[in-house]
């Protein structure tokens, strides 16, 4: 059973920092482009960031470059986002995504994605 679970979201100030994990289970990540979206509030979803599967290519939307990291670890099958000064416009639901894919690429779509964790950043 293929399963995504993120962690890590809460309530943090401006400026402050986040950790956001995505645990995978049911398939090994090493084969697979892992993606982080977020969905504020009577907003469309958008993708934040991804990284392709063994990490050497990832980008970013435009707003949280210089903020925001996304890493793997295939050998934990898990993946990260870290999120630092943090502003009001972060706030959202952010979910992790996975797709298969051929090389080292960022896909268009996924398949498998998790639950979301909620992100509010706040003061």
């Known amino acids: 059973q293929v399963q995504l679970v993120e962690s890590g979201g809460g309530l943090v100030q401006p400026g402050g920092s986040l950790r956001l994990s995505c645990a995978v289970s049911?398939?090994?990540?090493?084969?697979?482009?892992i993606g982080w979206f977020r969905q504020a509030p009577g907003k469309e979803r958008e993708g934040v960031s991804c990284i392709s599967r063994s990490g050497e290519n990832t980008n970013y939307r435009d707003s949280v470059k210089g903020r925001f990291t996304i890493s793997r670890d295939n050998a934990k099958n898990t993946a990260y986002l870290q999120m630092k000064n943090l502003k009001p416009e972060d706030t959202g639901v952010y979910y992790c995504?996975?797709?298969?894919?051929?090389?080292?690429?960022?896909?268009?779509?996924?398949?498998?994605w998790g639950q979301g964790t909620q992100v509010t950043v706040s003061s």
């Open positions: 049911g398939f090994t990540l090493d084969y697979y482009a």
């Open positions: 995504a996975a797709e298969v894919v051929g090389g080292n690429i960022c896909p268009n779509q996924y398949a498998y």
